[in-house]
């Protein structure tokens, strides 16, 4: 056990900050994984979205001419 009150305050401060910053390092993982793969979510719609209206206007202008 320490002696004195500077090392009091330090030994009894000690775990609540290492859990504190172990909880800031897991939240700003899950924080950025998030930010991640919503980023790549919506580039992936945009892509199948463009293939969509792409294949949808290869359809009606053959429809077109068919016509």
Do not use: C, K, N, Q
């Amino acid at each position: 056990m320490p002696h004195g009150v500077i090392a009091g305050i330090v030994f009894s401060l000690t775990p609540t900050v290492v859990v504190g910053l172990i909880f800031w390092f897991v939240m700003r993982a899950i924080v950025r994984s998030d930010r991640t793969e919503r980023t790549t979510y919506a580039r992936i719609e945009a892509e199948e979205r463009a293939r969509f209206e792409a294949e949808r206007a290869t359809t009606a202008g053959s429809d077109d001419t068919v016509r």
